[in-house]
């Protein structure tokens, strides 16, 4: 898949390959947009953030969530090609409950039955 941009305004905002929304290049809280903030999905073009050098341009799915020093979130994205992990900052428009639900995925899909919590105690 290809992000598609409008003839006019192709320097303005492209359509995510993964959810169809229109996303804007300028990312709020951020230098380069890296992801669809409406569903977080992203592109592998960079090899370092920005360059737009990558060979692959697989999808990147988000996988999880990880918190950097100082608080700061950041979202792990694994290519879909390629398997590559990068891991992006969040961006102030970024949609809160679509993190939230990444954040929590661990909690409620565990890699263990529940059960065993309670059978330990």
């Given at each position: 898949m290809r992000y598609r941009t409008r003839?006019?305004?192709a320097n303005k905002?492209?359509?995510c390959a993964h959810c169809r929304q229109?996303?804007?290049?300028?990312?709020?809280?951020?230098?380069?947009?890296?992801?669809?903030?409406?569903?977080?999905?992203?592109r592998?073009?960079?090899?370092?953030?920005g360059d737009r050098q990558a060979d692959c341009h697989g999808d990147m799915e988000p996988i999880a969530v990880w918190v950097?020093?100082?608080?700061?979130?950041?979202?792990?994205?694994?290519?879909?090609?390629?398997?590559?992990?990068?891991?992006?900052?969040?961006?102030g428009d970024d949609n809160e409950f679509v993190?939230?639900?990444?954040?929590?995925?661990?909690?409620c899909q565990p890699a263990f039955p529940l059960e065993r919590i309670a059978a330990n105690q």
């Open positions: 003839a006019n305004d905002w492209f359509l229109p996303v804007s290049y300028q990312p709020s809280g951020a230098q380069h947009r890296n992801h669809c903030p409406w569903c977080l999905w992203s592998h073009l960079d090899d370092t953030p950097r020093d100082g608080g700061e979130w950041a979202i792990v994205h694994r290519c879909t090609c390629c398997g590559t992990l990068k891991s992006n900052r969040i961006a993190l939230a639900s990444l954040a929590m995925r661990p909690i």
